[in-house]
């Protein structure tokens, strides 16, 4: 089994910046994609950002240059940097990855976070 835990939410004014991070724990083997997600209130979840092992990273049309996605494959943290953040941009994040937990075989699972809230808001 492969646990994800997040950190970083907070309450932060517009125009302001947090970082997210989601460090993963088990039964890890390699880790595929990692990523971040977000579900404001009475919306679906949708993507915020991903990054592939080895490949560069994708964005939300909505957060393209204001969000850097990064990875530590060493450590299998993922981390999310918020820069001029939006009232918008409030909503529960949650980081997702696909794991691979053993090398006996290439079946992989995803694997998600209980998310972390971020409110912006003067």
């Known amino acids: 089994q492969v646990q994800l835990v997040e950190s970083g939410g907070d309450l932060v004014q517009p125009g302001g910046s947090l970082r997210l991070s989601c460090a993963a724990s088990?039964?890890?083997?390699?880790?595929?994609?990692m990523g971040w997600y977000r579900q404001a209130p009475g919306k679906q979840r949708e993507l915020v950002a991903d990054i592939p092992n080895g490949g560069s990273a994708n964005y939300a049309d909505s957060v393209k240059g204001r969000f850097t996605i990064s990875r530590d494959n060493a450590k299998n943290t993922v981390s999310l940097q918020m820069n001029s953040l939006k009232p918008e941009d409030t909503a529960i994040y949650y980081c997702k990855m696909v794991v691979r937990s053993t090398g006996y075989s290439s079946r992989s699972s995803d694997y998600w976070g209980q998310g972390t809230q971020v409110t912006v808001s003067s």
């Open positions: 088990g039964r890890i083997f390699s880790i595929n994609t």
